[in-house]
């Protein structure tokens, strides 16, 4: 079992739709946890990133991490065909390196 | 552009010859990362500096890689004898390290290899 489960999808969702992506994982240590995009054929850009348990809100983006459940979310609002991309969360022990663990990703597919 | 850069973009290659990239951080940062991405899979650690120092390394990271950051400022990593396995998208990260808050990661856009 890898230490942070995404599932690739595709998801599939009309425009205007409510987007949830999920995480689940393993290490308790964990305690930062952020949410990467990636369009085709480049770099994981930033989108958000959270300390330990709770919501974190930006603009149509909502993160939200369950500590006790292990299980981490990111909710978009009024999706839009610009946010079709893969989205990656990485989560992240304090001490030491810091280096995030990477999820698999989930492909977003957003059709006018 | 203040970002990070890579380069090349793309790089085709035949099996057994050696291939170099080039990552230039985002000036202040002090940390610099290379990942491994395989299509359909997230980016996977390689190794790491701080400054010019390489802190860590993955078992991921072969005999045939090998990394520098010569004077704390761009980043090179070197495959020899290059292997169909080896075919990857390669990225580059800099963050400013040492503090859970302020390790947020910004990649560069990646150089994809090709290894035929």
């Known amino acids: 079992q890898k230490e942070v489960e995404q599932d690739p999808g595709p998801l599939s969702v009309p425009e205007g739709a409510i987007v949830s992506l999920n995480c689940t994982y393993s290490?308790?240590?964990?305690?930062?946890f952020m949410w990467y995009r990636q369009y085709s054929r480049k770099g994981p850009e930033l989108l958000m990133y959270?300390?330990?348990?709770g919501n974190k809100e930006d603009g149509r983006f909502t993160a939200q991490v369950d500590k006790s459940s292990k299980y981490i979310s990111l909710f978009i609002r009024d999706s839009q065909p610009s946010d079709s991309a893969t989205y990656l969360c990485?989560?992240?022990?304090?001490?030491?390196?810091?280096?995030?663990?990477f999820g698999r990703g989930t492909s977003l597919i957003v059709h006018p | 552009d203040t970002g990070v850069s890579q380069d090349p973009r793309h790089k085709i290659t035949k099996r057994g010859q050696n291939v170099t990239f080039r990552c230039d951080p985002i000036?202040?940062?002090?940390?610099l990362y290379w990942y491994r991405q395989t299509l359909g899979q997230g980016p996977e650690f390689l190794t790491y500096?701080?400054?010019?120092?390489?802190?860590?390394k993955s078992r991921l990271l072969s005999d045939r890689f090998s990394a520098e950051r010569p004077k704390g400022s761009f980043s090179t990593l070197e495959i020899q004898r290059t292997e169909q396995g080896d075919s990857a998208m390669y990225l580059c990260?800099?963050?400013?390290?040492?503090?859970?808050?302020?390790?947020?990661?910004?990649f560069g856009a990646g150089t994809r290899l090709s290894v035929l």
């Open positions: 290490n308790s240590a964990f305690q930062y």
């Open positions: 990260a800099s963050s400013f390290g040492q503090s859970l808050a302020k390790n947020i990661q910004y």
């Open positions: 990485a989560m992240s022990s304090s001490g030491g390196s810091y280096i995030p663990t």
């Open positions: 000036s202040e940062h002090n940390r």
């Open positions: 959270t300390y330990s348990s």
């Open positions: 500096f701080q400054n010019e120092a390489q802190l860590e």
